[in-house]
């Protein structure tokens, strides 16, 4: 009786052990879109302070993320935006545009991804594209409207 129940209590010390490991180990590891998107943050922030040398080296770093995460769980709104977004910052617009156009045929009305095509579409001149993500974009009651307006009106 004192075996089985020396056994038992092994047992269960041994399961709660194993699944304490396995819960720390999923909640500590943050997904690779979520490396990505924390990079382009923080890129966005030395861009500001006009570290730019510094914020392309997180947008390609979050590249490599994106990537990673878009071969895990295809087809992700959210994993196209940035990936456009970060490919935009690095001067590669085709590559960008694809991104970007991949995300809409997933979900038209995604707001970040109309605002940042319509931008690439200002850079590469293109304005008549760019007013057209503007009109998607107008009853959305967003800061991506008010923003891509911004950026048609002064150009």
């Known amino acids: 009786m ?19 490991g396995a819960a720390s180990s999923s909640s500590s590891g943050s997904s690779n879109y979520d490396k990505g998107a924390s ?10 302070k006009d570290k730019v040398e510094k914020a392309n080296k997180r947008y390609e770093k979050a590249l490599e993320y994106l990537i990673k995460s878009n071969k895990e769980k295809p087809n992700q ?10 490919s935009r910052k690095l001067g590669n617009f085709v590559e960008a545009e694809k991104y970007y156009l ?5 979900k038209q009305d995604h707001g970040g991804i109309n605002e940042y095509l319509g931008e690439l579409y ?9 007013k057209e993500r503007l009109e998607v974009l107008k009853n959305c ?15």
Do not use: H, Q
Request: aromatic share 10%.
């Open 2 to 20: 004192k075996k089985n129940l020396l056994l038992i209590i092994i047992f269960y010390f041994v399961l709660i052990i194993s699944s304490y």
């Open 39 to 48: 990079l382009i943050k923080k890129a966005k922030k030395l861009e500001k």
């Open 77 to 86: 709104p959210d994993t196209l935006n940035y990936l456009g977004y970060a």
């Open 102 to 106: 991949e995300g809409l045929n997933i």
């Open 122 to 130: 200002i850079i590469t001149n293109r304005m008549n594209l760019a």
């Open 141 to 155: 009651n967003c800061e991506e409207y008010d923003e891509l307006k911004e950026l048609i009106e002064k150009n």
